[in-house]
């Protein structure tokens, strides 16, 4: 019977970040992957035949540190140039933005745009200590509240105008944080995406956008579009590298059915995991990388935990809004205006334009018109298609998880055909270079990668639940009530998004 | 000329407490009214014949009562007079009585349901744990968080203190509630959609937010913080109309010597040599004094009656960016009978206390939607009140007057400005829909004022007719209200001072502004503190 060290629930990126952190300092690491390819939603599937998308199609906000600490580099990590987004206008005339650079918006919100990209920069890299730390439990000894005492140090090292200014914007509504600035309505709709997407927020919803959108500009990128060489895959290629080289084992196709949990007069802990083959494998620590919910309630068991504890995993808010669009394309995308197909391309001309998409799913109602983000990750990435040929991947809000229908085969056709009419305005030869499309709803996303609630962020990026309290504060330090059992997935602090962050924060407290 | 130790503009609440404290600290005070009555929104009209309304505030609830004891505003002639049961009329005849007894409240909630009357104990000791450290703030200047003056220190390790001796899960359940919508918030208590939707209106009441917005959980509490007579939450009628509160207050002034001067609008704040030294009226009349004090919201006293050249950089663009957005109307009604509403057997606590017109969580969340587009919705929230019915001094004997608070209603009309047509569509839509609940209603009308954003900035002079003079959201409270840097009631040109809703602890008729302005005022001067510190007989 084999025992390890620590067992790693996923191979989705934090799953492999946090076992090749583990196995780089001489612990034993089995990693163990349901599907039969490592990655999660930032693998490739192939959605029609010879045409392949990853669902997480940029690696923006990859952590600069976890790279390094893995050195991922050396294991083939490696980036294409950043490229710039594009705020849609449906005549050509279109917002450009790459690093402080803009084109395409009144003289004033060009001189104001590097100075407030900068600002959100420099607040990014202030909060960089919470990042990369556990969060220390509320009400502990003096040591735990030093940790915050070093944080709000870090704050007041920017200067009193800056930091009351953080402080003040920490909470706003993008629409607030934009309209004090900038006028152009594209640039609002684009700016805004940012900072809502894949939460359940609109442009007017306060509290809950600025701090997420300052996680990810925390990123490699600083906030601009960047996905890896080769392909998405190349991250979890250079992870599965990089784990290896430190002698951790990655088995895929091993579906887990329950984390064994094993009593005496000490209470309970975990032991190890049974697989759906009825395989047991044996660990000091079993570390899962699935979502609180689903290592909790299915892998783990309620018995196992007390009823308040359960309550709060309960509550947890973890239903997604975002769903996956793809579309394979026997030719090149002919987008208006002929931007550089290597850029990320946002339909959401206005604030309001995001805001009244999202007010139909707030009803358990798909967008009737709904805002768009799209690449065309084979303008970069030619192993996605055949050669000539191409791939439109693309996020839509909002597709509420619980959709009044159960998403029915209407209700799936026809926010297909609302999210194809709206591209065909910006690609007009769509139609004619269409080979078939795929729609992964929230409910689609649950069911494929065993996401609860299909959400991203596998919890919901709120300030209630981020920070000390993700997933919730008696799990926020990647340890669960049941001793031998941890969580190093995007409920985890600092949350979802390709970060790495999770993974390497939880290996290095299991160290501890 | 006369001059005066200082001026206070607007005869709101909060200006004439903040003149009181500071005429009973010795100052020689006037305060300055652009309208030719007291009271800002704190109001009662006489509009037609024997009625008299209170055309703006409607109910009495926040007003700090350590400042009515210490004011001595019982002598002055407030009485409160307390609501026992409101009733909440929703969709397909549902009527939700609550009661502020609690063993009533729980058999009324069981006929809805069992689950939702146990989640509404769980819920109120909540509700009443949560406003506890809120009311430690009310009548406490806020800290400058990057001040390193020793006061500022103390007082942002007083709030450290009180926040981290909550303990873990206090501490986690305080920031869900002060950053979670109402929505989200009392899906962790309630199943039952409608009560759910009773609970929640307080969470949209004044604001731009909708029950699905984050944020509005803790606009909630700011509705339920308050009480009457030590009943936390408890809601209560000034006798003879909330103008009977800013009566009160001036007459409280009068005694200690301050003057009062109606029907004078203020053009300009006086500044000399970087101080401010008085006002210019509108009908060019200078009034000199070493203080200056603004009752009016942040937006209107930095880009109406102070010269940009008097500010410096910054202060303008800041106050053009204070969210200070209208979303209220107001309908108020001359009625020569009471309604008979539908469902309500002899019409039973008409008499006690409020009416809310609700509908659904969807409805309250549509109407919402409405406002963002510009318009009003066909199904508003309206939360209305007979006060005559129990309080018989504000209408002719047998006669009714009727306060309709409508939410939503946009300051601004997506096909253009309010137009009287378009003010009297509005009104039209609240009284078809409040027929729908007392058929015959419209009937006993005898005269209507309807009241849009538009009205209610223009006469009462609220930006946007924003009811809490400023969005009551994170950015904007604490040490952010009305700007970081400046939530100390002192304001950028020296001897002058805010004392408005737009200061902490923010909007409702709490009189908390008012008094805090006037202890920093008099620790300026180097006077004694005449002023309570604490209200905190809860803990």
Request: glycine fraction near 10%.
């Amino acid at each position: 019977m084999s025992s390890f060290d620590a067992i790693v629930i996923g191979a989705g990126h934090n799953g492999l970040v946090c076992a090749a952190t583990l196995a780089k300092k001489g612990r034993s690491v089995l990693v163990v992957e349901a599907a039969d390819t490592v990655g999660g939603l930032a693998q490739d599937r192939e959605f029609h035949a010879g045409f392949k998308a990853p669902i997480a199609h940029a690696a923006s906000s990859f952590s600069t540190q976890v790279a390094k600490a893995l050195d991922l580099p050396r294991h083939g990590l490696d980036f294409e140039p950043a490229g710039a987004t594009y705020g849609l206008g449906e005549d050509g005339a279109h917002v450009r933005i790459i690093g402080d650079q803009i084109s395409g918006v009144p003289q004033a919100d060009h001189d104001e745009f590097a100075a407030y990209r900068q600002k959100l920069l420099r607040y990014a890299k202030t909060l960089d200590v919470v990042w990369h730390n556990t969060m220390p439990r509320i009400g502990g000894g003096l040591m735990d509240a030093m940790v915050y005492a070093q944080a709000a140090l870090k704050l007041r090292l920017l200067g009193a105008e800056d930091m009351s200014e953080f402080v003040r914007v920490l909470t706003l509504p993008m629409r607030d944080l934009i309209d004090e600035v900038f006028v152009d309505p594209k640039l609002q709709g684009l700016l805004s995406w940012d900072g809502v997407i894949g939460s359940k927020l609109a442009p007017r919803s306060p509290n809950n956008a600025v701090l997420p959108l300052l996680l990810r500009m925390n990123g490699a990128a600083g906030g601009d579009y960047l996905v890896p060489k080769g392909g998405m895959r190349a991250i979890a290629a250079s992870l599965v590298s990089a784990a290896q080289a430190a002698g951790a084992q990655i088995r895929t196709s091993s579906p887990v059915k329950r984390i064994i949990i094993e009593g005496d007069e000490n209470g309970e802990r975990a032991t190890g995991v049974e697989l759906e083959t009825g395989e047991v494998l044996h660990a000091k620590k079993v570390i899962s990388s699935a979502d609180p919910k689903t290592t909790l309630f299915k892998l783990l068991g309620q018995r196992h935990l007390e009823i308040e504890f359960t309550n709060r995993i309960k509550r947890l808010r973890t239903n997604g809004l975002v769903a996956k669009f793809h579309i394979a394309l026997s030719g090149e995308p002919e987008i208006v205006g002929g931007p550089d197909l290597r850029g990320r391309f946002i339909i959401a001309p206005s604030f309001d334009a995001i805001e009244f998409a999202y007010d139909d799913a707030k009803y358990g109602e798909a967008s009737a018109d709904p805002a768009i983000e799209f690449t065309v990750p084979s303008a970069v990435d030619g192993a996605l298609a055949p050669a000539g040929q191409h791939v439109v991947s693309a996020n839509v809000m909002y597709a509420p998880y619980d959709e009044k229908t159960g998403w029915s085969d209407a209700s799936r056709a026809a926010f297909s055909d609302a999210i194809i009419a709206k591209l065909k305005r910006y690609i007009p030869n769509l139609d004619q270079i269409s080979l078939g499309h795929e729609l992964l709803t929230p409910l689609d996303l649950e069911r494929e990668y065993r996401v609860t609630g299909g959400h991203w962020h596998h919890a919901e990026m709120a300030l209630e639940q981020m920070l000390m309290m993700r997933p919730t504060y008696q799990a926020a330090q990647y340890q669960t009530p049941v001793s031998g059992l941890h969580l190093c997935g995007a409920g985890s602090h600092p949350g979802g998004g390709v970060l790495g962050i999770p993974g390497w924060n939880a290996a290095r407290q299991i160290l501890k | 000329m006369k001059k005066y130790d200082a001026i206070i503009i607007g005869a709101g609440h909060n200006g004439l407490t903040n003149a009181a404290y500071l005429a009973k600290a010795g100052l020689d005070v006037l305060v300055v009214e652009k309208n030719d009555y007291i009271g800002g929104a704190a109001v009662s009209r006489q509009m037609t014949d024997g009625y008299w309304y209170s055309s703006c505030s409607y109910v009495c609830s926040m007003m700090r009562q350590v400042i009515h004891r210490d004011l001595d505003l019982t002598r002055h002639g407030l009485v409160l007079v307390p609501y026992i049961g409101s009733l909440a009329f929703g969709e397909n005849g549902n009527i939700v009585t609550s009661y502020t007894a609690e063993g009533p409240n729980y058999n009324e909630l069981k006929k809805h349901s069992a689950h939702d009357a146990d989640a509404m104990f769980r819920l109120m000791a909540d509700l009443e744990r949560y406003s506890i450290l809120i009311r430690k703030t009310l009548l406490r200047t806020p800290p400058d968080p990057t001040s390193f003056k020793p006061r500022d220190i103390k007082e942002l390790l007083f709030l450290a203190k009180t926040f981290w001796e909550l303990g873990e899960a206090e501490v986690y359940e305080y920031i869900r509630f002060f950053t979670m919508s109402a929505a989200e918030f009392l899906d962790d208590y309630f199943e039952n959609d409608f009560i759910k939707a009773v609970m929640a209106t307080p969470g949209i009441i004044g604001t731009a937010l909708g029950v699905d917005s984050p944020g509005s959980a803790y606009i909630l509490l700011h509705h339920v913080m308050g009480d009457v007579d030590g009943n936390i939450g408890a809601w209560g009628l000034a006798r003879g109309g909330m103008g009977a509160i800013s009566n009160a207050l001036a007459s409280a002034l009068q005694e200690h010597g301050g003057e009062i001067m109606t029907e004078a609008p203020v053009d300009q704040i006086l500044v000399k040599n970087g101080k401010a030294a008085g006002i210019v009226l509108e009908n060019g009349d200078e009034h000199y004094a070493d203080i200056v004090v603004s009752n009016l919201d942040a937006k209107r006293t930095f880009t109406k009656i102070v010269d940009r050249k008097d500010l410096p950089p910054g202060i303008f663009k800041k106050a053009e960016n204070f969210k200070i957005r209208g979303s209220s109307g107001k309908v108020n009604i001359a009625l020569s009978g009471l309604p008979k509403f539908t469902g309500v057997a002899d019409n039973r606590y008409i008499n006690r206390g409020g009416q809310a017109f609700i509908g659904s969580m969807e409805s309250l969340e549509r109407a919402y939607d409405s406002w963002k587009r510009g318009t009003w919705s066909d199904d508003p929230f309206i939360e209305s009140v007979i006060p005559s019915a129990w309080e018989p001094t504000v209408a002719p004997p047998g006669k009714h007057w009727m306060s309709n608070f409508i939410q939503y209603c946009p300051p601004q009309l997506a096909d253009g400005p309010w137009t009287p047509e378009k003010r009297d569509a509005f009104g039209e839509t609240v009284i078809n829909k409040i027929e729908r609940y007392a058929p015959g209603f419209k009937d006993l009308i005898v005269h209507m004022e309807v009241r849009t954003p538009f009205e209610i900035e223009n006469e009462v002079g609220l930006t946007e007719g924003n009811i809490f003079q400023g969005e009551l959201t994170i950015d904007q409270l604490l040490f952010n209200r009305p700007f970081p840097g400046y939530a100390q009631y002192r304001m950028p040109i020296k001897n002058m001072y805010m004392c408005g809703s737009s200061t902490h602890p923010g909007g409702g008729v709490s009189s908390a502004c008012g008094a805090n302005a006037a202890r920093e005022i008099l620790m300026d001067l180097g006077k004694p503190n005449t002023v309570p510190e604490d209200d905190c007989f809860d803990d």
